[in-house]
């Protein structure tokens, strides 16, 4: 069973553990990276979320993250491999479906890396935007309190609603 999924309120903390992460991404594989970014919902300053650290590194080719597996899984990173994601490698820090961190894997500026950064910065700037967000994975957490599948679906005609509305504002 999943782990329970509980909504908190912003903890300043979230941005010193991507930053110590970070450090650790650099040093080992400073060569092949070309921009880290903090994204999710713990990347945005007063918005509630689960306890997860959500972070994307940006390569010229996603064949270089191969080698990057035995060297993540040193410091304590799983590579998950999704069939359903042929443009992003992925890893997971703690325990299956119950992480404490996310690290995504996506070729530096395609559409996937632009659409990330268009959702974070578009809740960053419009505090409506972060209402809207807060309440409704409040509501999806009650509504599917064990089930990160249906919730995390649920979640995405408003992501992409926004990803829109921030495209339009380019």
Not at 13 to 21: C, G, I, Q, T, V
Not at 74 to 96: C, L, N, S, T
Request: with cysteine; charged share 30%.
């Amino acid at each position: 069973m999943d782990k329970e999924i509980i909504i908190e309120p912003y903890n300043l903390n979230w941005h010193e553990e991507f930053r110590k992460e970070k450090e650790k991404f650099i040093s080992l594989l400073e060569k092949d990276i070309l921009a880290i970014e903090h994204i999710g919902s713990t990347s945005v300053e007063g918005l509630s979320a689960k306890p997860l650290i959500d972070m994307m590194i940006g390569v010229e080719n996603l064949g270089l993250v191969d080698h990057w597996i035995g060297p993540l899984q040193a410091i304590g990173y799983e590579y998950v491999f999704h069939k359903h994601f042929p443009q992003r490698r992925f890893f997971r820090k703690g325990k299956w479906r119950a992480g404490t961190h996310h690290l995504h894997v996506y070729t530096y500026g395609g559409q996937e890396w632009k659409n990330n950064l268009l959702f974070r910065d578009f809740i960053r700037n419009h505090e409506w935007a972060r209402v809207e967000y807060k309440q409704l994975k409040q509501e999806l957490a009650m509504k599917y309190p064990f089930d990160r599948v249906s919730y995390t679906n649920a979640k995405a005609p408003f992501i992409q609603k926004i990803i829109l509305l921030a495209k339009e504002e380019c």
